[in-house]
């Protein structure tokens, strides 16, 4: 059975105009967590609600991919705000109860599950959920302009995880850059993953996840040092001989 969810789109375009190097040389990103507003589950077990493991899957991935593991690969102080998706997460998570007929408890979702760097001050909208297929750059684009964030200005990260295939036994993961006052998409790294092992959804699932967010870091890692440092050592260099 297929669950699909994704974020209500505003119509606009946009152009992708933002120069790359611009997260590379900043020295604060500002991590907004993983959003599973556009989430795809393939599986043949219908007896299972993906909402149920939404927030276990984030705690899960957030245990073995620390704050300190970003800031090493990302080589910057990563602050870590999951505000506006732990909304849009609870949201989610509440729509497919009602969904799915699953009687309303007095526990609420926020009870139920740790809401992991929550920041108390930020605000978040509350976005409309529909149906679609795939997230494409005008698509991710348009996604990162409806976030409500407490944040201003400087380089924000956000993972949209975008499927579990059960056949394939496959995860994807976009972990997308952008520039916070403008809202611009930046720079998006797709991961796609086969490391799903043990028992259970949590924690099988939980591990492919964890391998999307390692392989995105020591991609980043390698793209740093290619792209911007390894330029930068060879212009610094040639300065000096021209002195």
């Known amino acids: 059975m297929k669950y699909l969810l994704v974020i209500l789109l505003v119509t ?7 120069d790359v190097s611009e997260i590379y ?11 599973f507003s556009h989430f795809t589950c393939a599986e043949n077990n219908v007896a299972i609600e993906p909402g149920n493991f939404i927030f276990p899957w984030i705690g899960y991935i957030s245990d073995y991919v620390s704050p300190k593991k970003f800031e090493r690969h990302l080589s910057a102080t990563v602050i870590h705000d999951f505000t506006c ?3 849009i997460n609870k949201k989610i998570v509440e729509d497919l109860n009602i969904m799915n007929n699953i009687p309303k408890t ?8 740790l809401l992991l760097y929550d920041n108390p001050d930020a605000t978040s909208s509350i976005i409309n959920i529909q149906y679609k297929d795939q997230l494409t750059e005008d698509s991710i684009q348009k996604i990162v302009m ?16 975008e499927y579990i295939d059960k056949q394939e036994e496959s995860t994807l ?25 043990g028992i259970g959804w949590t924690k099988h699932w939980g591990n492919s996840f964890t391998g999307n967010a390692i392989d995105f870091l020591e991609s980043y890692s390698n793209d740093l040092y290619f792209n911007y440092r390894k330029e930068s050592t060879r212009k610094y260099k040639r300065m000096r001989k021209l002195k």
Request: charged share 25%.
């Open 106 to 113: 007095v526990e609420s979702v926020e009870k139920k599950y």
């Open 12 to 18: 606009s375009s946009i152009s992708y105009s933002q």
């Open 146 to 161: 409806n976030y409500n964030l407490e944040q201003k200005k400087g380089i924000g990260l956000v993972a949209l995880m």
């Open 85 to 87: 998706t732990n909304t």
């Open 25 to 35: 040389k900043t020295d604060t990103i500002y991590f907004y967590g993983y959003d």
């Open 173 to 197: 993961v976009k972990f997308v850059f952008f520039d916070i006052k403008t809202k611009i998409h930046i720079k998006t790294y797709a991961q796609l993953g086969s490391y799903g092992k």
